[in-house]
């Protein structure tokens, strides 16, 4: 196994926020999501979360 480094942390850092930053571009924001309201409430947990774990993830890590 490699060893994990903060080039890691940095690039867990990025995916977060490109996977939340898709969901609420491509899906959340999609016309046929407006008519869903369920399906949209669904999708914006998933973008939190996603949001949570970028956040936790960089917690300190610029400092």
């Known amino acids: 196994m490699k060893e ?3 080039y890691h942390r940095h690039e867990a850092l990025d995916r977060a926020l490109m996977l939340a930053q898709t969901l609420n571009f491509w899906l959340l924001q999609h ?7 369920e399906l949209g409430e ?10 949570a774990v970028y956040n936790e993830i960089g917690k300190g890590h610029l400092c």
């Open 31 to 37: 016309p046929y999501i407006d008519t869903k309201p």
């Open 42 to 51: 669904q999708i914006g947990k998933a973008v939190e979360l996603l949001y």
């Open 4 to 6: 994990i480094d903060d």
